[in-house]
C-alpha cells in the first residue's frame, strides 16, 4: 500500500521557519518527482516545489523562490521542505505528491499538514 505521510506543520510567526516532512513507502519511488502543494481556505491547490530523487529537476513556485527548499533523504524515502521567512499569505495545508518521470499527472498524495502563519 503506497503512502505519503506528511508531518512538521504547526503554528509560526511571520519571519520564522519550518521543516515539513514527507515519508514515501509501499513502492519504489526513484523513477517519481516528489512535489509539494498547498491549498489555503477558498483557494485551489497550487504549486509550491518539486524535485527527483535524483536530485535534478528542481522547481519552485515564484512565490516561495528563495525562501523554501526542497531536498530528499534517499535512504529514508523522505523528501524535505524548509520554509524559511514565513509569510502570513503562506498559510495553507501542504501536501506531498508524486508523479512519474516524464508524467504530469500526481498519482498519489499524502493527506496533508496545515501551517499557520501568525502576525
Known amino acids: 500500500q503506497v503512502q505519503l505521510v506528511e508531518s512538521g506543520g504547526g503554528l509560526v510567526q511571520v519571519g520564522g521557519s519550518l521543516r515539513l516532512s514527507c515519508a514515501a513507502s509501499?513502492?519504489?519511488?526513484?523513477?517519481?518527482?516528489m512535489g509539494w502543494f498547498r491549498q489555503a481556505p477558498g483557494k485551489e491547490r497550487e504549486f509550491v516545489a518539486a524535485r527527483s530523487w535524483s536530485g535534478g529537476n528542481i522547481y519552485y513556485a515564484d512565490s516561495v523562490k528563495g525562501r523554501f527548499t526542497i531536498s530528499t533523504d534517499n535512504a529514508k524515502n523522505t523528501v524535505y521542505l524548509q520554509m524559511n521567512s514565513l509569510k502570513a499569505e503562506d498559510t495553507a495545508v501542504y501536501y506531498c505528491?508524486?508523479?512519474?518521470?516524464?508524467?504530469?499527472?500526481?498519482?498519489?498524495w499524502g493527506q496533508g499538514t496545515q501551517v499557520t502563519v501568525s502576525t
Open positions: 505528491g508524486a508523479r512519474p518521470l516524464g508524467g504530469t499527472q500526481y498519482d498519489y
Open positions: 509501499g513502492r519504489t519511488f526513484s523513477n517519481y518527482v
